[in-house]
Structure formats: structure tokens, C-alpha cells
């Protein structure tokens, strides 16, 4: 079956850096495309970041557009966020998310920033 399993996120200090992973199995990974969203407490699930299949194509939410990067490898299987600059509005369950007609998601990790 299709899993998206999520690199474990942590506490980071204001304007710290971390890179959450994401491995891909059960799907064929280089057709989907992938997509990083978050949900903070008592709010909505928010796109954070999307990346085409192929890579050529990536977009951000405003709110991190030059603080964050989406990247994959698909020889690996994997999508990556970089994040930089951390906030602490930037503190969420992190989910990552694959689209190909079908949509799967991953369990989610926790980003705590401390400010």
C-alpha cells in the first residue's frame, strides 16, 4: 500500500533551520506531485509549499516564499522542505501530501519554534 512517511521534526530555536523529509512507497513516485502542508492548533490546513512531478515547477504560500524550498529526488523516492529563518508562526504539524488522481498523506511531524 501506499505510504509517505515523515522525517521527524523537533524544536528550533527563532531563526533556526531545519529539513523535514519525505519517503514515498506504494506509488509509482515521479508522476505524483508533491505538496507540504501545515495545520497549527485551532486552524485550517494550509498548502505550505508544492513541487511538479518532475521538479520544474514549485510554489510557495507567501508566507515563506524565501525561507523555504521544496526539492525531490525521484531516484530516492523523497521530497524535501527546507526550512530557514524559523518562526514561531511557522509552528504546525507538517504533512506531506502526493497527487496523482488519487491523493495520499503522510502521519505528520511536529515543528515547534521557540521564540
Known amino acids: 500500500q501506499v505510504q509517505l512517511v515523515e522525517s521527524r521534526g523537533g524544536l528550533v530555536q527563532f531563526g533556526g533551520s531545519l529539513r523535514l523529509s519525505c519517503a514515498a512507497s506504494g506509488l509509482i513516485f515521479s508522476r505524483y506531485d508533491m505538496s507540504w502542508y501545515r495545520q497549527a492548533p485551532g486552524k485550517e490546513r494550509e498548502l505550505v509549499a508544492a513541487?511538479?512531478?518532475?521538479?520544474?515547477?514549485?510554489n510557495y504560500a507567501d508566507s515563506v516564499k524565501g525561507r523555504f524550498t521544496i526539492s525531490r529526488d525521484n531516484a530516492k523516492n523523497t521530497v524535501y522542505l527546507q526550512m530557514n529563518s524559523l518562526k514561531p508562526e511557522d509552528t504546525a504539524v507538517y504533512y506531506c501530501?502526493?497527487?496523482?488522481?488519487?491523493?495520499?498523506w503522510g502521519q505528520g511531524t511536529q515543528v515547534t519554534v521557540s521564540s
Open positions: 501530501n502526493a497527487r496523482y488522481g488519487h491523493t495520499y
Open positions: 513541487i511538479t512531478a518532475t521538479g520544474g515547477s514549485t
